[in-house]
């Protein structure tokens, strides 16, 4: 087991409904240690790409990309929910549904952050369905820019997000998918990876 996946076992709970809780180091209190490592092993697995910006989402990916972006000297940029409908043409939008709130939301980048010529590493806490990242790659595509890798602290290799991304073409890094969950014993099975 590597370091995020010792930390689920410890101190993730598994809900009802497939919702891994892990808001004692990830979503509510933060462990920045922990952000610093998972930072260098995504070093690791992007070595080989060219990156200069990172995008992610408000708000858990705000933590974890602002420490992984010490370990590419590179600008961060969040896509931000919002709820007006009056967007000016100075914004590129995508609609993202929620999975862990069952709603939709409009996410804004101002063009003036995202350009032609950025080779973007989308960063994110979890991967369920997919919403979220289709709808920041399509921003990144809207901007005429590449997407340089993706990565995912925590995927959920049991709802088919992984997948269609990979299916994509996409160099997706998940540092931990849980393969199998079951709120009722808590047990939690996760996919064997390579080590880097
Ligand atoms: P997706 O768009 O891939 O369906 O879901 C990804 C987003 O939903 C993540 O950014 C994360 O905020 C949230 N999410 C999905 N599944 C879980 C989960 O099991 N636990 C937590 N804490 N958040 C989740």
Redesign the pocket.
Same mark, same amino acid.
């Given at each position: 087991m590597n370091f995020l996946e010792e930390r689920i076992i410890k101190d993730g709970i598994v809900?009802e409904g497939? $919702?891994?809780?892990?808001?004692s180091f990830?979503?509510h209190q933060l462990d920045v240690s922990l952000f610093e490592q998972m930072g260098i092993e995504w070093a690791k697995r992007f070595q080989d790409v060219e990156v200069n910006k990172i995008l992610t $989402?408000e708000a858990?990916?705000i933590g974890i990309a602002c420490v992984v972006a010490r370990q590419f000297d590179v600008p961060v940029v969040f896509a931000k929910k919002s709820h007006s409908v009056n967007l000016d043409g100075d914004m590129y939008t995508a609609e993202?549904?929620?999975?862990?709130h069952k709603n939709k939301n409009q996410v804004i980048v101002s063009k003036k952050f995202l350009n032609n010529d950025d080779k973007v590493l989308i960063i994110?806490?979890?991967?369920?369905?997919?919403?979220?990242?289709?709808?920041l790659i399509s921003i990144i595509n809207q901007a005429g820019a590449s997407v340089a890798g993706i990565g995912i602290a $925590?995927e959920?290799g049991f709802?088919n997000?992984g997948q269609i991304i990979r299916n994509m073409g996409y160099k997706l890094e998940s540092l931990a998918i849980v393969d199998s969950m079951d709120a009722s014993t808590g047990t939690i099975e996760f996919r064997e990876q390579k080590l880097y």
């Open positions: 809900k497939n $919702i891994l809780k892990v808001d990830l979503n $989402i858990s990916g993202v549904e929620s999975f862990t994110d806490d979890f991967l369920a369905n997919g919403c979220a990242l289709q709808g $925590i959920k709802q997000g």
